[in-house]
């Protein structure tokens, strides 16, 4: 892409975020303009992201578990069925772009204090994940089978978003 192409497409995406937060506090964004804001927000984070839907925000610290119900969700119509989801349970979205198949997967998602690895495994493994996300060092935390523990490793190129 030209410079000046790229410069204009993240202006743009800025401008629309202002003008969707311009309209009062997320909270009283309809339906509609809160999937447009999570649906621009995502297109400047293809390494996936973890976003409070409540106040658009990026939280720094948590461990981020996918919910069963909003797996496999892709693309810009799958939005509706997560911020559906998340607005009625904690509120948080996770996504991230999948080089392998050029989809970018969208979940609802649970956030656990750092010092709850035990209750994200076990609310991961519920929830058929292979993997939760540690925020703060962007640590992938695979989840396998049987284990007495989850296998640690460093973030994978697809981000790890408790991909499917």
């Not at 997320?26 to 649906?39: E, F, H, I, Q, T």
């Not at 970018?104 to 209750?119: A, C």
């Not at 703060?136 to 460093?154: A, K, N, R, T």
């Amino acid at each position: 892409m030209r410079p000046l192409h790229i410069a204009r497409r993240t202006l743009s995406i800025l401008l629309l975020l202002c003008l969707l937060l311009s309209c009062g506090t997320p909270r009283r964004l309809s339906k509609a303009r809160l999937v447009d804001a999570v649906w621009t927000f995502s297109q400047t984070r293809p390494d996936g992201f973890t976003l409070d839907i409540r106040t658009l925000t990026e939280p720094a610290r948590g461990i981020s578990v996918a919910y069963a119900a909003t797996q496999n969700s892709h693309g810009r119509e799958a939005l509706d069925v997560v911020i559906s989801h998340a607005t009625v349970h904690e509120g948080f979205v996770g996504g991230w772009f999948n080089g392998a198949d050029s989809l970018y997967y969208f979940d609802s998602v649970r956030l656990f204090p750092e010092d709850s690895l035990e209750s994200a495994v076990n609310f991961g493994k519920a929830n058929s994940q292979k993997a939760i996300y540690r925020l703060s060092s962007g640590e992938e935390i695979l989840l396998e089978e049987d284990p007495v523990s989850p296998c640690l490793c460093p973030k994978s190129s697809t981000n790890g978003r408790n991909n499917p």
